[in-house]
C-alpha cells in the first residue's frame, strides 16, 4: 500500500491499526494536505455485516459536527477495498502521552479531557454511543488540544439491528459493566464510565481494573470496587476524585446523567462558592483567594445549592431546615408516644464518617492503628470507620472542632431522626415500604454481607440526602438511651436526659434484621464499646 495512489491520495506511511482496519497517512495529490485513510481489512471486507458496519462508521461520524471530533471527509471503494478518509491530527494517541507523561494533575487532565466530553455530550444528542472510548481513540494535536476518533463500534440507537452485529463490543480495561452484560442494550452511560476509567489511569497510570486475561477483568468491572483514586494521587482535589469515582458506579443510575453534568463536577474545584455563616449572598471567589475565610465559611460548590456542601477533608453535608417532625411510633415502647418535635436548623453529614477522615485523625495526633492503615491499602478509605467507641468519637469531634474553627458534634437522637425520615412520619429513609433489594441486611435465613461504598444506594436517601442511614452501620448519637424518656421529653429541641448508662445507637447495622431498618428504631450501647458495626456521621 505504500506509494500507491487511491483515488486523490498517495499513501505515504502505515501509522495505526484499529479492531477493523488499518490507518495510513496519505496526502490530497493536488491539494497536498494530509488525511488518514482507514482501510478496512480485507478479511473483514469479504463478510457483508461488517462491511455494513464500516460504511455505518462513516455515515454516522461524517453526520458529526464538532471542533473536538475527528472528521470523516471522504469513503472510497477501491478494488474490493473499502477506505474511510478522515482528516489528520499530527500528534501522538492519548496512551501515547500518558505512557511519557505519568500522573497526572486534575488541572493537565481537565485540559485533556473537556473537548472530547463536550463532544461526546453532543454525539450522545444525537441519539450515538460511542461504546469504544480509551485513550488510543482520543488523539492530541501539536497544540494540546484533544479529538475523539474510531466510531467503528458505535451504537445508533434506532438503526437496523443488522448492522449492530459482528464486531467486538469495546475494550477490557474501559468497558462498563452493562456493556459486558450486554453491549446492544445500554445508554450514554456507559460511555461515562469508559470516560471515567480513562480519567482514572490519567491520575494513576494505572487503569481501575487489570488481569491476566479479558474475562478477569470484565469480570472485575462487574464485580469489584476500583481502589480509591485519591490514595493513588493525593493531589487530586476532593471533589474531582470523588466525580471519576461516581462515573465509575456499577451501575448506570448511580452514575451522572450525562457528560455535562459530569464535566460540572469535574471542574467544581476549579472556582467555588464562599458563604460566610449567617451571609446569604453568594460570590465567587477562587479557592487560594479565600483560603482565610474557610475557617468560617461553609464551601458551596458551583452549581449545587445550600443543602449540599462540601467541607473540610471533603466531609459533605445537608441541610435540615428548622421545622417540626413526627418523632417515634406506636410499635416499640421505647418508641411511644409519637410526638411533634421542634428542631432549630442544622447540617448533618450526608455520609458516615470514613477511615480517611479517621486516619487523618490519628495522624494529627501523632497516632497510628494498623487497621485502619490496612484498609486503607486495600483501597477502603472511603468506607464508613467502625470499631470507635462513643468516646473515641466524642474526641473526634472536639479535635475536628478545633482545627476547623467550627462546631462538630455527634447528632441528638431528634436530630438524627428528622434528618432520616423528614416531616411526614415515614417508616424509612426512602418510604413507608421495606426495599430489601441492595440492602446490607440480611433476614432470617440470609448471610451477613459487609458493607459497601457510601452512596451505593442512592434510591435509598432521605428527604434531605442523607445516604446510607439504616442498614449500613449503627450510628452513635448524642444522648443517653431512657426507653420512657419520649414519655418526658420536651417537645423542642431534646437533648436527652442528663444521665445513664448507654448512649443511644441508630440505624441499624449490615449485620442486623429488617426489623431495625425502621428510622424510629432505638439501640444503645456502652460508650467505651467498640464494635465492628458501630461507626458515626457529625452534625454541626
Given at each position: 500500500m505504500i506509494n500507491k495512489t487511491i483515488g486523490n491520495y498517495k499513501i505515504l506511511k502505515e501509522i495505526g491499526e484499529g479492531g477493523m482496519g488499518t490507518v495510513y497517512l496519505a496526502e490530497h495529490v493536488t491539494l497536498g494536505k494530509k488525511y488518514a485513510l482507514k482501510v478496512l481489512f480485507p478479511h473483514l471486507a469479504k463478510k457483508k455485516d461488517l462491511r455494513e458496519r464500516f460504511i455505518?462508521?462513516?455515515?454516522?461520524?461524517?453526520?458529526?459536527?464538532?471542533?473536538?471530533?475527528?472528521?470523516?471527509?471522504?469513503?472510497?471503494?477501491?478494488?474490493?477495498?473499502?477506505?474511510?478518509?478522515?482528516?489528520?491530527?499530527?500528534?501522538?494517541?492519548?496512551?501515547?502521552?500518558?505512557?511519557?507523561?505519568?500522573?497526572?494533575?486534575?488541572?493537565?487532565?481537565?485540559?485533556?479531557?473537556?473537548?472530547?466530553?463536550?463532544?461526546?455530550?453532543?454525539?450522545?444528542?444525537?441519539?450515538?454511543?460511542?461504546?469504544?472510548?480509551?485513550?488510543?481513540?482520543?488523539?492530541?494535536?501539536?497544540?494540546?488540544?484533544?479529538?475523539?476518533?474510531?466510531?467503528?463500534?458505535?451504537?445508533?440507537?434506532?438503526?437496523?439491528?443488522?448492522?449492530?452485529?459482528?464486531?467486538?463490543?469495546?475494550?477490557?480495561?474501559?468497558?462498563?459493566?452493562?456493556?459486558?452484560?450486554?453491549?446492544?442494550?445500554?445508554?450514554?452511560?456507559?460511555?461515562?464510565?469508559?470516560?471515567?476509567?480513562?480519567?482514572?489511569?490519567?491520575?494513576?497510570?494505572?487503569?481501575?481494573?487489570?488481569?491476566?486475561?479479558s474475562f478477569e477483568i470484565v469480570d472485575k468491572h462487574k464485580n469489584e470496587i476500583p481502589r480509591d483514586i485519591s490514595l493513588l494521587n493525593r493531589s487530586l482535589p476532593a471533589d474531582f476524585a470523588s466525580a471519576i469515582m461516581k462515573a465509575l458506579a456499577k451501575s448506570p443510575n448511580?452514575?451522572?446523567?450525562?457528560?455535562?453534568?459530569?464535566?460540572?463536577?469535574?471542574?467544581?474545584?476549579?472556582?467555588?462558592?464562599?458563604?460566610?455563616?449567617?451571609?446569604?449572598?453568594?460570590?465567587?471567589?477562587p479557592r487560594s483567594k479565600a483560603a482565610s475565610k474557610t475557617s468560617r465559611s461553609a464551601h458551596l460548590r458551583n452549581g449545587y445549592s445550600k443543602d449540599a456542601i462540601c467541607d473540610w477533608l471533603d466531609m459533605e453535608m445537608v441541610f435540615v431546615p428548622k421545622g417540626e417532625f413526627l418523632m417515634g411510633s406506636g410499635e416499640i415502647d421505647d418508641e411511644t408516644p409519637q410526638h411533634l418535635v421542634h428542631l432549630d436548623s442544622y447540617y448533618i453529614g450526608?455520609?458516615?464518617?470514613?477511615?480517611?477522615?479517621?486516619?487523618?485523625?490519628?495522624?494529627?495526633?501523632?497516632?497510628?492503628?494498623?487497621?485502619?492503615?490496612?484498609?486503607?491499602?486495600?483501597?477502603?478509605?472511603?468506607?464508613?470507620?467502625?470499631?470507635?467507641?462513643?468516646?473515641?468519637?466524642?474526641k473526634f469531634t472536639k479535635w475536628l472542632s478545633k482545627v476547623t474553627g467550627k462546631k462538630y458534634r455527634l447528632p441528638t437522637e431528634s436530630e438524627w431522626e428528622k434528618a432520616a425520615r423528614g416531616k411526614d412520619g415515614r417508616k424509612y429513609p426512602w418510604g413507608n415500604e421495606l426495599l430489601k433489594r441492595g440492602l446490607h441486611v440480611v433476614d432470617s435465613r440470609g448471610t451477613l454481607r459487609p458493607t459497601l461504598p457510601p452512596g451505593s444506594f442512592p434510591s435509598y436517601s432521605s428527604p434531605y440526602g442523607c445516604e446510607d442511614m439504616v442498614g449500613y452501620i449503627w450510628q452513635w448519637c448524642h444522648d443517653w438511651y431512657d426507653e420512657n424518656y419520649y414519655m418526658k421529653n420536651p417537645s423542642r429541641n431534646p437533648q436527652g436526659p442528663k444521665r445513664g448508662i448507654s448512649r443511644v445507637l441508630r440505624g441499624g447495622s449490615w449485620d442486623t434484621l429488617s426489623d431495625f431498618l425502621r428510622v424510629s428504631y432505638r439501640s444503645r450501647g456502652n460508650p467505651t464499646e467498640r464494635s465492628s458495626g458501630n461507626g458515626f456521621r457529625c452534625v454541626r
Open positions: 455505518r462508521e462513516a455515515q454516522a461520524q461524517a453526520t458529526l459536527n464538532h471542533q473536538s471530533i475527528v472528521r470523516v471527509t471522504d469513503y472510497i471503494e477501491y478494488q474490493g477495498q473499502h477506505i474511510l478518509v478522515s482528516e489528520y491530527i499530527e500528534g501522538p494517541t492519548l496512551s501515547e502521552y500518558m505512557q511519557k507523561k505519568g500522573k497526572l494533575s486534575a488541572k493537565e487532565i481537565l485540559h485533556i479531557v473537556e473537548g472530547p466530553m463536550e463532544a461526546l455530550n453532543y454525539v450522545h444528542s444525537k441519539g450515538i454511543i460511542h461504546r469504544d472510548i480509551k485513550p488510543s481513540n482520543i488523539l492530541i494535536d501539536e497544540s494540546g488540544k484533544s479529538y475523539i476518533t474510531d466510531f467503528g463500534i458505535a451504537l445508533i440507537l434506532g438503526a437496523d439491528p443488522l448492522t449492530q452485529i459482528g464486531a467486538t463490543m469495546g475494550t477490557p480495561h474501559y468497558m462498563s459493566p452493562e456493556q459486558a452484560l450486554n453491549p446492544k442494550k445500554i445508554d450514554h452511560r456507559s460511555d461515562l464510565y469508559s470516560v471515567g476509567c480513562v480519567i482514572y489511569e490519567l491520575a494513576t497510570c494505572e487503569p481501575p481494573f487489570d488481569g491476566e486475561t448511580d452514575r451522572f446523567s450525562g457528560c455535562g453534568e459530569m464535566l460540572k463536577a469535574l471542574k467544581s474545584d476549579d472556582e467555588i462558592y464562599i458563604i460566610a455563616e449567617g451571609e446569604t449572598e453568594k460570590s465567587k471567589i450526608k455520609y458516615h464518617v470514613t477511615n480517611n477522615h479517621w486516619a487523618e485523625y490519628l495522624i494529627r495526633q501523632g497516632l497510628t492503628q494498623e487497621s485502619i492503615n490496612r484498609l486503607i491499602d486495600k483501597g477502603l478509605g472511603n468506607y464508613p470507620v467502625v470499631e470507635v467507641s462513643w468516646n473515641d468519637v466524642l
